[in-house]
């Protein structure tokens, strides 16, 4: 959990990590076969796109297995005497073979019924509610199985039974996730630990463990920092 004080730079630094935006000074170091995937507290969608569009747009190979896969088999089941469809149709299914995408497949439409997306996929971007927004970006999100996932307020627009299904997902995930919540139930649910962003000192502090205890020790050492200022201030 990233944790700070409004203002303290949350969501910039979380910006920078997703690569949307570069730093002041210095730089962000990264491994270049790191992926990562990013879902910001007010996601937007490309205008004139379909929710689906932007679902299946990451360039995972199982995700663009599956996209190329979805096309080669509604193209042939609308040309059923197309040898040439048929064909596409074949050489789609061997790229989900060899990258599992049948996974993917099962994963898309799991993700897609827990929150609540399935019956958006048909729809253009600007027609989409901002939580509907944030949903299918979740859902697009959490399709690449990304090594480093990014989530900005995350259960904001979710539902008790979608929040839910987001938390088992994150509990079962075996990769990095940093998140902003200021729900402490669902942080305290799945985070091994808090990085905590100062405002005054400008620097991240590391604390490992359960949530609400590393929150309370953060806000002992927030109050007596504060009554160390006064006193000095006399």
């Not at 990095?176 to 000192?201: M, P, Q, R, W």
């Not at 620097?203 to 050492?221: H, L, M, N, P």
Request: charged share 30%; net charge negative; with cysteine.
């Amino acid at each position: 959990a990233l944790v700070g004080t409004n203002g303290a730079g949350k969501s910039s630094l979380m910006r920078m990590l997703g690569k949307l935006e570069n730093p002041e000074s210095g730089s962000v170091e990264m491994s270049k076969n790191v992926q990562v995937a990013y879902v910001e507290q007010e996601p937007s969608l490309p205008p004139g796109a379909l929710a689906e569009e932007f679902l299946f747009s990451s360039s995972a190979p199982a995700v663009a297995a599956l996209r190329e896969y979805r096309a080669a088999a509604a193209e042939a089941a609308a040309s059923t005497d197309d040898e040439n469809a048929v064909k596409r149709l074949g050489q789609a299914t061997s790229k989900m073979d060899a990258t599992d995408g049948w996974a993917i497949e099962s994963e898309m439409r799991r993700l897609c019924d827990s929150l609540g997306v399935e019956h958006l996929l048909e729809r253009k971007a600007e027609s989409l509610s901002g939580g509907e927004r944030k949903r299918v970006a979740l859902a697009a999100a959490l399709l690449q199985s990304p090594e480093l996932l990014l989530l900005d307020e995350p259960t904001n627009n979710l539902d008790a039974e979608g929040i839910q299904h987001l938390t088992d997902f994150l509990v079962d995930y075996k990769k990095t996730v940093v998140v902003i919540s200021h729900d402490a139930d669902f942080l305290n649910a799945f985070t091994e630990g808090v990085l905590y962003l100062d405002v005054f000192t400008r620097k991240i502090e590391q604390y490992v463990g359960d949530y609400f205890d590393v929150v309370k020790q953060i806000k002992a050492r927030v109050e007596k920092e504060k009554r160390e200022n006064a006193r000095l201030e006399k």
